[in-house]
Each structure stands twice: as C-alpha cells, then as structure tokens.
C-alpha cells in the first residue's frame, strides 16, 4: 500500500463526521469505510473502544448536525449515547 503525504485542501469535513455518525450509531464499520476511501477520516480513533461521556464525539456530532439541521441524524446519535452508556454501566459489573 502506497502512503501519501495529508494534504489539508483534501479534507472534507462534512464526510469526516458523517463517517464518524456512521461508525457511533452502527451504520457502518471503520473497517467498510476504509475499503471505500483510504483517505477517510474520523473525529475519534475508530480502532479504540469509545466511551460516551459529556462534551464527547457524540456530543460534538450532535452539535455539528444540529447546526445543519440534519434532526433525524442527532436523534440517532442521542439514542445511541443512551444505549452505550447503559451497556457500559452493565459492563462494569
């Protein structure tokens, strides 16, 4: 596999936090999108288990879909942060 150099004319924001809506509430795997474009990009490490807590990815998703009036994709996102945060409360147990 070829590695490029990041060049910051290429990022697409938009796509950075649709994927990283993709992989929080289950739609897609980090996996899926990186066989579909190398070059994708995510606003936390999508290999690493992610722990919903205040002012976190989903809090920042939430914010950034709400500006755009994306409803429905903040609503997705608010239920999912309900569900991980009650599956993390029974995993320590």
Request: glycine share 2%; proline share 2%; hydrophobic share 40%.
């Amino acid at each position: 596999m070829k590695i490029s150099k990041f060049n910051i004319s290429d990022f697409n924001e938009y796509n950075c936090m649709y994927n990283s809506y993709l992989v929080l509430v289950g739609k897609a795997s980090f996996e899926d999108l990186l066989e579909k474009d190398l070059n994708c990009a995510f606003i936390f490490d999508p290999t690493e288990f992610h722990i919903p807590m205040n002012d976190d990815a989903y809090d920042v998703l939430i914010n950034y879909f709400e500006q755009l009036e994306q409803y429905s994709v903040c609503k997705e996102l608010v239920e999912a942060k309900r569900i991980a945060k009650i599956l993390i409360t029974y995993q320590d147990f």
